[in-house]
């Protein structure tokens, strides 16, 4: 059962334009939400994370906004650069409970 | 630059071999995490270590042998893998695994590319 989705594989944006990654979730337990961003050959990049207490977070291009009532996050990037490309990954837990990772958006940003 | 180091980058062996991976982290994070990724999957958590004492283990198979000797440092033994068991192999640190209301993300290192023969 998975507890942390994110239903698009991929996503192709156009390099100044604003990519939105969604992710969507069914425990109503989770309380901290991040997102990494992975490149090929390197680990997780820890990107930006939000409470639940807040529903908006932002931090210079990127911002995740929570939609607590219908367990929905998304992370917008604004603009998009080439170097933006990469694989994303929203990631939840509940207070002292581990990560459960969702599988991962792919985003290519075209110049 | 990660500030989570892992060694070595790659790793070939055999399924009768004996291998360790390393992790270092001079960040003072009192947890740290063993993950295994396949391709186009995300991470899967192995092991939790929190101050030094493992505090998680995802039933992972006894061929897997995490030790922790000091709050900066972590390995993973590896004895008679299986073919299935090739992977990237991640390790993780954060501040601490209570999770409070403070923002304690967790940080990655590059990983460890296994390939068993």
């Known amino acids: 059962d998975q507890q942390v989705k994110q239903n698009s594989p991929s996503l192709s944006v156009q390099e100044g334009r604003i990519s939105i990654l969604n992710c969507d979730y069914t425990n109503s337990m989770f309380d901290y939400f991040l997102w990494y961003k992975k490149y090929p050959a390197e680990g997780p990049t820890f990107l930006i994370s939000i409470s639940s207490i807040k529903d908006k977070n932002e931090d210079g291009r990127f911002t995740v906004f929570l939609n607590k009532s219908a367990k929905h996050l998304s992370l917008h990037i604004v603009p998009s650069q080439p170097g933006d490309s990469a694989v994303y990954f929203c990631?939840?837990?509940?207070?002292?409970?581990?990560?459960?990772f969702g599988k991962g958006t792919r985003l290519s940003v075209i110049a | 630059d990660t500030e989570v180091t892992q060694t070595p980058k790659h790793l070939v062996m055999g399924m009768t071999n004996k291998k360790s991976l390393k992790c270092e982290q001079h960040m003072g994070h009192r947890a740290m995490y063993w993950y295994k990724q396949k391709a186009k999957k995300p991470p899967e958590l192995m092991f939790v270590?929190?101050?030094?004492?493992?505090?998680i283990n995802e039933s992972v198979p006894s061929r897997f042998s995490p030790e922790c000797p000091n709050s900066s440092l972590l390995n993973l033994h590896l004895h008679a893998l299986q073919p299935e068991d090739s992977a990237l192999y991640l390790c993780?640190?954060?501040?601490?695994?209570?999770?409070?209301?403070?923002?304690?993300?967790?940080?990655f290192g590059d990983g460890t590319r296994l390939s068993i023969l």
């Open positions: 990631a939840a837990h509940e207070r002292n409970t581990p990560l459960v």
């Open positions: 993780a640190s954060s501040r601490q695994t209570s999770y409070s209301r403070s923002n304690q993300p967790q940080h």
């Open positions: 270590y929190s101050y030094e004492k493992l505090s």
